[in-house]
């Protein structure tokens, strides 16, 4: 069993950035890949980005460079670093967790966090 903890979500101007944080705990994979997915209002669950075991990432079209994922293997932690952010990018966003390599997709993935609300206004 894997426990997936986001942090970090909260109220932002459009520009700002934030930075959301995964932590892991409990039966962690030692070959892993993370996810980040979103979820906006009334729309479905999408693929953010992700970093696997080897550190190699991978992103939406929709945040690439603005968006950064980056890991803490002493911490088990996953950090997600979102700047210049839009209004469109508020969402609930969650990390979620599987072995081996990265996937897009929400069912590939084992373990879920519980969220972390994420608002930008305009």
């Known amino acids: 069993q894997v426990q997936l903890v986001e942090s970090g979500g909260g109220l932002v101007q459009a520009g700002d950035s934030l930075r959301l944080s995964c932590a892991a705990s409990g039966r962690t994979y030692s070959n892993y890949a993370l996810g980040w997915f979103r979820q906006a209002p009334g729309k479905e669950r999408e693929f953010v980005g992700g970093?696997?075991?080897?550190?190699?990432?991978a992103y939406a079209d929709s945040v690439k460079g603005r968006f950064t994922i980056s890991r803490d293997n002493a911490k088990n932690t996953v950090y997600l670093q979102m700047n210049s952010l839009k209004p469109e990018d508020t969402a609930v966003y969650y990390c979620a967790v599987r072995r081996y390599g990265l996937r897009d997709r929400l069912n590939e993935y084992d373990y879920w966090g519980q969220g972390t609300q994420v608002t930008v206004s305009s």
């Open positions: 970093i696997n075991w080897s550190g190699s990432t």
